[in-house]
């Protein structure tokens, strides 16, 4: 009896060990070529020039796979009142645009999206990383931007993958793509796709 016990618990035990070692925490983006998130006014005019990017031929494919692997995501409170101001959601809730429970880092009070599942957390990344990754249920994390709270997962050895999609368009200053030192070892490039003649998708194994 015993015995049956511990093995049921073994195996419990390695399920989840399989559940967080095949998840991965990763940071799926838009950028422009040269590093930027959005321009110095937090504008994505740039990126929205080319219209619904989930019309694209290969996106609309590609991003629902995407979205359909992820069990939760974090942004900091820049891309969060960004989003809140693109579809006026204050008035528009039911546009709120995630399933999964978002984790919005910030150290002030925010308005809150009604009915969207939203935990507001301030300070170390990692302890709710940690709880990120319970909710997911051996799904991925994705963190959402920007640059800066990315940075501050890889710090703690928590980025495991980077997807960009880079936009045709250069920007001269705005809201950079990953604020941090990444050159030995470097990122490995395991993917290269290109929508029409616009995007290029580089994905990288941290
Ligand atoms: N191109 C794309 O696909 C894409 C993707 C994502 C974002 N964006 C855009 O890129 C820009 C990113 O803005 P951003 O660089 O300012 O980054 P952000 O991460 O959206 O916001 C930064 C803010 O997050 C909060 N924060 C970060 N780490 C925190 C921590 N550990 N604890 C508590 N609060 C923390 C702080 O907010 P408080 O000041 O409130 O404390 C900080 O000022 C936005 O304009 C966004 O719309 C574009």
Redesign the pocket.
């Known amino acids: 009896m015993r015995g049956g016990l511990v093995v049921v618990i073994f195996m419990l035990a390695e399920r989840f060990l399989n559940l967080v070692e095949t998840m991965k925490t990763q940071y799926y ?3 422009s070529i040269n590093g930027y ?2 321009d110095e006014n ?3 005019d740039w ?1 929205f020039q080319f219209g619904d990017i989930e019309e694209i031929e290969g996106v609309q494919d590609d991003y629902p796979q995407f979205i359909d692997q992820v069990g939760a995501l974090a ?6 009142e ?2 809140i101001e693109q579809e006026n959601l204050l008035d528009n809730p039911e546009k709120w645009p995630y399933e999964v429970p978002a984790w919005v ?4 009070e ?1 308005p809150v999206v009604d009915g969207a599942d939203i935990r507001f ?5 990692a302890p709710i990383h940690a709880d990120m990754v319970e909710a997911a249920g051996g799904k991925n994390v994705w963190l ?6 990315v940075g ?1 997962f890889h710090d703690h050895g928590l980025l495991d993958e980077i997807i960009l ?1 880079v936009a045709p368009v250069t920007l001269a200053s ?3 793509l990953l604020p941090r030192t990444i050159t030995t070892p470097p990122l490995k490039l395991v993917n290269v796709q290109q929508y029409s003649d616009v995007f290029a998708v580089l994905t990288y194994e941290v």
């Open positions: 983006t838009a950028t998130l959005a937090h504008s994505l990126l942004m900091g409170s820049t891309t969060y960004s989003v880092f910030s150290s002030r925010l957390v301030r300070g170390d990344v959402v931007g920007g640059g800066d709270l501050q999609t705005g809201a950079p």
